[in-house]
C-alpha cells in the first residue's frame, strides 16, 4: 500500500487493473504467439507490409501480459 498520495493511482487505473487482473496470465503469451504466426503466415502469402504491422504486436502483448502479472503479484494502491 502506498502512504504517500502523491504517488497513489488514480481512479481509472485502478479500475482497469481490477478488470485485467481477472484475465490469465497466459492469454497475452498466447496472443503474442497467434501474432507471431499470422505474421508468418501473411509472409508467406506473399504481404510483406502487412505482415510486419501484425509482427510488431507481438511486444505490446507480451509488456501487457508482464505488467498484468505484476498487477496479479503486486496489487495496486
Keep these: 500500500m502506498n502512504l504517500n498520495p502523491e504517488h497513489s493511482e488514480g ?3 485502478k479500475a482497469i487493473e481490477e478488470q485485467t487482473a481477472k484475465l490469465p496470465s497466459d492469454l497475452f ?3 503474442a504467439l497467434g501474432a507471431m504466426g499470422v505474421s508468418l503466415a501473411l509472409k ?3 504481404r510483406k507490409h502487412t ?8 511486444a ?7 505488467y498484468n502479472k505484476i498487477v496479479k503479484v503486486e496489487g495496486h494502491d
Excluded: D, E, N, R
Excluded at 505482415?51 to 507481438?58: D, E, I, K, N
Excluded at 505490446?60 to 508482464?66: A, D, E, H, R, S
Design 44 to 46: 508467406l502469402s506473399g
Design 11 to 13: 481512479k481509472v487505473a
Design 29 to 31: 503469451l498466447w496472443a
Design 51 to 58: 505482415a510486419l504491422f501484425v509482427g510488431q504486436w507481438a
Design 60 to 66: 505490446p502483448f507480451l509488456l501487457l501480459g508482464t
